[in-house]
């Protein structure tokens, strides 16, 4: 809102314009103002009070502007540029008009109404501010509790598939409708034609030979990770324990569940639970019993990482990419697995889903990454299986 400018006029169309008590500045009301009045107000000579008439609009245009600029509302600067009979007047005489505009002299009212409103900003600054500190420090907490939890970035999967990269579905599994064998004598230079396919691959009996078929059992995990100082924090604090189909809350829990739960004696409750060992001096240990397999290509380099999986007959892993970026090897050390695949969803017009199941001293190798699995565990003898990534 602003005062329009008034056009010129000749001085005799403008006394009477101004003697007819109109004025031409928006809501700018000098009703009742004579030629006297006007140069009073305006400190110019009578004679020249209609034309002057423009520096009064120009006056209140600007301190329309500086009230806009300072929040003070317009119809407050109308009480300051209106011209106001002085109530209880000597002799009854005309007014004496507000200061001129120029002067910008608020009133008592004014001037409390602002300081009120300066009162009223300096306090909702103050909350505001501890309010944005509290939020900042809130938000900062998830967001160190979500990067050093790894149990929620590793299960994220929403985030994870949103941003995986995209499966080449030829090199992949178009044309794949089971996994490949090949026996226990197969050569490095044959696997090796597959070893980077991240096609399913089965080597039967590949770790019929290997102590950990004798020696592997959920007491024997107990003794070793109780013996090795810090071998249960290494897990905790360094790798991941993965419950699945247990309530264990780690694996110092898992482990020390009770013998007849772990006979898995009837009437007790059935588990399956996994983890990544991060205990170098575990790790010695179950390298021993559970050595790399030899056709490996001569150029790759295994993970430190190891994964064991152990449990009962029922359903194992619920269906889930992995993330590791590598293809993995699993041995089956005892009972019966049976792998379900299914294409990623780019995929799925090209592709299709198989199964294939693992026996004890069968090693699976599969790229997780490119593969949605899940696994079902067999009646009959615990299901323990090691394995590791390879690149």
């Known amino acids: 809102m602003g005062c329009k ?20 500045c928006g809501w700018l009301d000098v009703s009742g103002s004579d030629e006297a009045g006007m ?26 502007r500086e009230a806009q600029q300072k929040g003070i509302a317009v119809g407050e600067l109308s009480v300051m540029c209106r011209g106001r009979r002085r109530v209880g ?18 009133s008592a009212n004014t001037s409390a109404n602002t300081s009120a409103r300066w009162r009223w900003l300096a306090s909702a600054l103050v909350v505001a501010s501890a309010v944005l500190a509290l939020q900042t420090q809130l938000l900062e907490r998830l967001r160190l509790d979500f990067v050093s939890s790894k149990c929620v970035v590793r ?3 929403f985030v994870m598939e949103a941003t995986r990269l995209r499966t080449d579905c030829g090199r992949v599994c178009v044309g794949v409708r089971e996994a490949a064998e090949f026996s226990a004598n197969v050569t ?6 597959w070893a980077y396919l991240s096609r399913p691959l089965v080597v039967r009996q590949a770790a ?4 950990a078929l004798e020696r592997f059992s959920l007491p024997f995990f107990r003794s070793v990770y109780d013996s090795v100082e810090g071998a249960y924090e290494a897990v905790s604090e360094e790798c991941q324990f993965l419950p699945f189909r247990s309530e264990f809350v780690d694996l110092r829990d898992a482990l020390a569940m009770h013998p007849a739960r772990a ?24 390298r021993q019993l559970a050595p790399r397999p030899p056709f490996l290509p001569a150029g790759s380099e295994s993970s430190a990482l190891d994964w064991i999986f152990m449990g009962g007959d029922g359903a194992g892993a619920a269906w889930h990419l992995d993330y590791v970026q590598r293809p993995s090897w699993q041995a089956q050390i005892s009972g019966t697995k049976s792998w379900h695949f299914r294409p990623v969803p780019e995929c ?41 990534e390879y690149d």
């Open 208 to 211: 019929a030979h290997w102590p």
């Open 155 to 157: 299960n994220n999967y």
């Open 188 to 193: 490095r230079a044959a696997f090796e034609e």
């Open 263 to 286: 006979a898995r004696a009837p009437g007790t409750r059935p588990w399956y639970f996994g983890w990544s060992n991060c205990s170098p001096g575990v790790s010695a240990i179950m």
């Open 89 to 106: 007047a000597k002799g009854g005489g005309r007014a004496a008009s507000s200061p001129p505009p120029s002067a910008t002299v608020p």
């Open 348 to 388: 799925q017009d090209v592709c299709q889903s198989f199964n294939v199941t693992v026996e004890k001293g069968d090693i699976i190798f599969v790229d997780t990454n490119q593969w949605y699995h899940t696994t079902f565990i067999h009646e009959g003898a615990l299901s323990i299986t090691i394995g590791s």
């Open 5 to 24: 400018s008034a056009p010129h006029v000749p001085r005799e169309a403008a006394r009477r314009d101004y003697s007819s008590g109109r004025a031409r």
């Open 39 to 64: 140069s009073e107000n305006n400190n110019v000579p009578p004679h020249s009070a209609a034309p002057d008439r423009t520096k009064l609009r120009l006056l209140c245009e600007r301190l329309v």
